[in-house]
């Protein structure tokens, strides 16, 4: 199964100029933990709910403070075209739980988060998979093998297919 057959196309992007406020009512509106941040037609990085809590108020800072100030910058992305099992290697590799989901052209066309694979495994709980992105290297080790049980029987390969990292 390719990501685009599972990826939200309802993708959200903030300027980096814009405030904290502006980006947890961009959340808040879409009913997502995350939004992405560009510039000039480029991915620049993510801010999430979590990102707000943990650099925002920790920190000290006020909603007009700017997205740039607390942004994880770079992004890891996956293609549309990319099998699922990709995505989800990639996303248990890098510890994130969603990934921007770009055209073979880098046009951002959605995002695909571990809870959209994981909704869709069979024999294997989400939880876990879930659990596995904040776990030791040991746990997320175990937590690939598990996950890739339950990928090899959700989602077949119709051909060998070789991990690509983004």
């Known amino acids: 199964m390719k990501v685009s057959e599972l990826?939200?196309?309802d993708v959200r992007v903030a300027s980096p100029a814009q405030s904290l406020q502006e980006a947890a009512i961009m959340m808040s509106e879409a009913d997502?933990?995350?939004v992405l941040v560009g510039e000039n037609d480029r991915l620049l990085g993510t801010i999430t709910d979590r990102d707000l809590a943990v650099r925002g108020i920790a920190k000290g800072c006020d909603a007009e403070t700017e997205i740039r100030d607390i942004m994880s910058d770079g992004i890891r992305y996956c293609f549309e075209d990319d099998e699922v099992r990709?995505?989800?290697r990639s996303m248990i590799?890098?510890?994130v739980r969603?990934?921007?989901?770009?055209?073979?052209?880098?046009?951002?066309?959605?995002v695909v988060s571990m809870?959209?694979?994981a909704g869709k495994l069979k024999d294997v709980d989400a939880s876990d998979l879930l659990r596995a992105l904040s776990s030791p290297l040991n746990r997320r080790m175990d937590?690939?093998?598990?996950l890739d049980e339950g990928i090899e029987e959700t989602f077949p390969a119709s051909d060998p297919v070789s991990v690509a990292r983004h």
């Open 7 to 9: 990826m939200t196309r």
């Open 32 to 34: 997502s933990g995350l």
């Open 86 to 88: 990709q995505a989800a």
């Open 93 to 95: 590799s890098h510890e």
């Open 98 to 110: 969603r990934l921007p989901v770009l055209s073979r052209d880098k046009r951002l066309v959605g």
């Open 115 to 117: 809870g959209d694979i």
């Open 143 to 146: 937590a690939e093998t598990e």
